[in-house]
């Protein structure tokens, strides 16, 4: 079975910190990859070579998708935890043989546990890279990639801090890299429906929108019993200092990984961050929303360290052209529901996850966490409105996220997801989660990429990495 190469010590700072030096020296001298990037060439009948960093938990879907695309090659791979990787091996091994794929097996494609030692070592063999990491890795993998000319995919959310975001945006257009991030709402028909039904005017004018989720469960989230949490030695398997990676240094404890890491504000951006990206997609790009000018939370308690058990986060849109101002709310936590809406006759509940839009002809709700399967409420009005649907203007993504992606880069239409798109999405999903850490209001100036009313919030808007790992 394939095992890490064995370059360095992780438990040597010294032999790390020149390891670091080397590995950032050695990538910064890689240029664009083979091909000319996002133009029709030879790429149209071309593999792209992908490398994925990250293979556990959501992470596995990278690399199922780049082993079963017959228009890519898997050429590398990078986790920084053994028990992890044997993992994704089992279930490649299971996989293969369910999808009849001839392909090599996933134990003999070449394992990195530290992604910078990868682009130093064979950056130029990569066209593109795939980060299914905990949060705070998006970017610096996202921008070692793109620094080395590689296309580049990010799960959502696209980073864990607005600065990091916008430096992506902006990197990616530099470089002229096809970008995507991982939002698998964003290719579905229901999405296309809600924007085609909205731009059309059958909700009218859009003044109030809601959504809500549920508590993480356990398995993602578990609050320790004091702070911090007690000092706990890391599994073998482990890598700790590398799975910290750019924040400060601190003991393990196992509370934090390897799903549970979303509601720690160093590592990830709470249930907005997680679902946000998801059911706020929708409305955001239904209504042209853009940034919001203020938002403020109510939240059950805010200790800067985690996020809270309950939150309602309200965000003030202001006007754009023609369309009304826009309050949407994000409900949080058990028992945090919307109340319902007027037009809402049925005497089911809500769902545990979803999105209602409240225009002034029409009420849209879209239940669960995706925008797959909106509908206007109550029923009969539905049922109506289907005799004269409006036409069908955005063209449908099949295959998902990753295909749209894979797809573009070989000259095929521009993501949807991409970071245009997503990095200002992320950015109001972050301003959220950064009232929720503050329980307080954020008054937001968009152009600046500044909060206007308490300026020392900017610390948690700002790019931040300890030493070793500024990109």
Request: charged residues 20%.
């Given at each position: 079975?394939?095992?890490?190469?064995?370059?360095?010590?992780?438990?040597?700072?010294?032999?790390?910190?020149?390891?670091?030096?080397?590995?950032?020296?050695?990538?910064?001298?890689?240029?664009?990859?083979?091909?000319?990037?996002?133009?029709?060439?030879?790429?149209?009948?071309?593999?792209?070579?992908?490398?994925?960093?990250?293979?556990?938990?959501?992470?596995?879907?990278?690399?199922?998708?780049?082993?079963?695309?017959?228009?890519?090659?898997?050429?590398?791979?990078?986790?920084?935890?053994?028990?992890?990787?044997?993992?994704?091996?089992?279930?490649?091994?299971k996989y293969q043989k369910e999808i009849g794929s001839s392909g090599p097996a996933l134990s003999k494609i070449p394992l990195f546990r530290d992604y910078r030692e990868m682009f130093a070592k064979i950056g130029g063999k990569i066209d593109a890279v795939t980060v299914s990491t905990?949060?705070?890795?998006?970017?610096?993998?996202?921008?070692?990639?793109?620094?080395?000319?590689?296309?580049?995919?990010?799960?959502?959310?696209?980073?864990?801090?607005?600065?990091?975001?916008?430096?992506?945006r902006e990197a990616a257009r530099q470089r002229g890299v096809i970008t995507q991030m991982g939002n698998q709402g964003r290719t579905s028909q229901g999405i296309r429906l809600m924007r085609e039904w909205t731009q059309a005017g059958v909700l009218g004018q859009v003044r109030e929108?809601?959504?809500?989720?549920?508590?993480?469960?356990?398995?993602?989230?578990?609050?320790?019993?004091?702070?911090?949490?007690?000092?706990?030695?890391?599994?073998?398997?482990?890598?700790?200092?590398?799975?910290?990676?750019?924040?400060?240094?601190?003991?393990?404890?196992?509370?934090?990984?390897?799903?549970?890491?979303?509601?720690?504000?160093?590592?990830?951006?709470?249930?907005?961050?997680?679902?946000?990206?998801?059911?706020?997609?929708?409305?955001?790009?239904?209504?042209?929303?853009?940034?919001?000018?203020?938002?403020?939370a109510e939240v059950s308690k805010a200790d800067g360290v985690l996020s809270p058990e309950w939150a309602v986060v309200t965000f003030s849109f202001p006007a754009r052209g023609k369309l009304a101002p826009v309050t949407l709310k994000w409900h949080e936590g058990e028992n945090k529901?919307?109340?319902?809406?007027?037009?809402?006759?049925?005497?089911?509940?809500?769902?545990?996850?979803?999105?209602?839009?409240?225009?002034?002809?029409?009420?849209?709700?879209?239940?669960?966490?995706?925008?797959?399967?909106?509908?206007?409420?109550?029923?009969?009005?539905?049922?109506?409105?289907?005799?004269?649907?409006?036409?069908?203007?955005?063209?449908?993504?099949?295959?998902?996220?990753?295909?749209?992606?894979?797809?573009?880069?070989?000259?095929?239409?521009?993501?949807?997801?991409?970071?245009?798109?997503?990095?200002?999405?992320?950015?109001?999903?972050?301003?959220?989660?950064?009232?929720?850490?503050?329980?307080?209001?954020?008054?937001?100036?968009?152009?600046?990429?500044?909060?206007?009313?308490?300026?020392?919030?900017?610390?948690?808007?700002?790019?931040?990495?300890?030493?070793?790992?500024?990109?």
């Open positions: 079975m394939n095992t890490y190469p064995d370059t360095t010590s992780p438990t040597s700072p010294t032999s790390r910190r020149d390891f670091i030096k080397t590995s950032l020296a050695a990538a910064a001298a890689f240029s664009l990859p083979r091909f000319a990037i996002g133009k029709p060439g030879p790429q149209a009948g071309s593999k792209i070579n992908v490398a994925c960093i990250g293979v556990g938990n959501r992470a596995w879907f990278a690399v199922s998708e780049a082993l079963s695309n017959p228009n890519v090659n898997l050429v590398a791979i990078c986790d920084v935890d053994q028990a992890q990787v044997e993992g994704a091996y089992r279930k490649a091994v905990p949060d705070h890795h998006h970017y610096p993998a996202g921008m070692l990639a793109i620094k080395n000319g590689k296309h580049v995919y990010i799960e959502k959310p696209l980073t864990r801090l607005i600065g990091e975001a916008r430096a992506l929108v809601h959504a809500w989720s549920p508590p993480f469960p356990e398995h993602f989230f578990k609050r320790p019993a004091s702070l911090p949490p007690a000092a706990e030695k890391p599994p073998s398997s482990l890598a700790w200092d590398l799975w910290l990676g750019p924040v400060s240094e601190r003991p393990y404890n196992h509370l934090y990984l390897p799903q549970r890491w979303r509601g720690w504000w160093d590592f990830g951006s709470g249930m907005l961050g997680d679902w946000g990206a998801h059911t706020l997609n929708g409305p955001w790009w239904a209504l042209d929303l853009g940034a919001p000018d203020t938002i403020e529901l919307p109340p319902l809406p007027e037009r809402w006759k049925s005497k089911d509940p809500l769902p545990e996850r979803g999105m209602i839009m409240v225009g002034d002809k029409n009420t849209l709700f879209a239940p669960g966490g995706h925008p797959t399967s909106p509908r206007l409420i109550p029923e009969a009005t539905m049922n109506e409105f289907k005799k004269h649907l409006p036409p069908a203007t955005i063209p449908l993504v099949k295959g998902g996220p990753f295909v749209e992606w894979i797809n573009a880069i070989r000259g095929g239409p521009k993501p949807g997801s991409n970071f245009e798109s997503s990095a200002p999405l992320t950015e109001v999903i972050l301003l959220g989660a950064l009232a929720e850490r503050i329980g307080g209001k954020v008054e937001w100036d968009a152009a600046a990429g500044q909060v206007r009313n308490d300026p020392t919030l900017n610390r948690h808007v700002e790019i931040q990495s300890r030493e070793g790992w500024r990109v």
